[in-house]
Antibody, heavy 121, light 106 residues
Framework: QLQLQESGPGLVKPSETLSLTCTVS??????????WGWIRQPPGKGLEWIGS???????YYNPSLKSRVTISVDTSKNQFSLKLSSVTAADTAVYYC?????????????WGQGTTVTVSS | DIQMTQSPSSLSASVGDRVTITCRAS??????LNWYQQKPGKAPKLLIY???SLQSGVPSRFSGSGSGTDFTLTISSLQPEDFATYYC????????FGQGTRLEIK
């Protein structure tokens, strides 16, 4: 079955760029039916959607993070990636990748296990 | 931005109880409402999509209802494994989540 796996550094220094990758296995990221996205959860807090990408490369982002976020896709590797620039301690969180259907009233039905990123010098 | 407000923020209940969690949107979202369950240290799990459709593999004691701005998640008979945090999420526009409802054992 489809699985998602996040990877990347667990520690990032303030003002630097956070970079994470989500690897899709058991299915193709090039499916025309799905968006692929990132969600984060600060310690002890709720969920925040960061942004999503379609296999063609079209993206949409949370307006509150848009100026610092870039999401890209590499269909040859069946991966998509997140870059978040100019990080501060407020960006410390568990970062999840997830899949959702491209259209219609559907939820995010497949999630990665999450990866913890700490912003600290 | 569409704001999602859940109530209550926390809830204590016993095994076998019927429990209802409410989610209100700041404007109409039709049926573009999803419910997730999250256990400590785990990723969220989709329970209900399109306000009332049960995700494959989810027990039938979970149900959802509502449309427009007011939605509910009901657990008909609480089981020990149901104690967790529940989130609503709208997919009508830029996705966002409610603040969560923590369901604890009484």
């Amino acid at each position: 079955q489809l699985q998602l796996q996040e990877s990347g550094p667990g520690l990032v220094k303030p003002s630097e760029t956070l970079s994470l990758t989500c690897t899709v296995s058991g299915g193709s990221i090039s499916s025309s039916s799905y968006y692929w996205g990132w969600i984060r959860q600060p310690p002890g807090k709720g969920l925040e959607w960061i942004g999503s990408i379609y296999y063609s490369g079209s993206t949409y982002y949370n307006p509150s993070l848009k100026s610092r976020v870039t999401i890209s896709v590499d269909t040859s590797k069946n991966q998509f990636s997140l870059k978040l620039s100019s990080v501060t301690a407020a960006d410390t969180a568990v970062y999840y990748c997830a899949r959702r259907r491209r259209s219609g009233p559907y939820g995010m039905d497949v999630w990665g296990q999450g990866t913890t990123v700490t912003v600290s010098s | 931005d569409i704001q999602m407000t859940q109530s209550p923020s926390s809830l204590s209940a016993s095994v076998g109880d019927r429990v209802t969690i409410t989610c209100r949107a700041s404007q109409s979202i039709s049926s573009y409402l999803n419910w997730y369950q999250q256990k400590p240290g785990k990723a969220p799990k989709l329970l209900i999509y399109a306000a009332s459709s049960l995700q494959s593999g989810v027990p039938s004691r979970f149900s959802g209802s509502g449309s427009g701005t007011d939605f509910t998640l009901t657990i008909s008979s609480l089981q020990p494994e149901d104690f967790a945090t529940y989130y609503c999420q709208q997919s009508y526009s830029t996705p966002n989540f409610g603040q969560g409802t923590r369901l604890e054992i009484k």
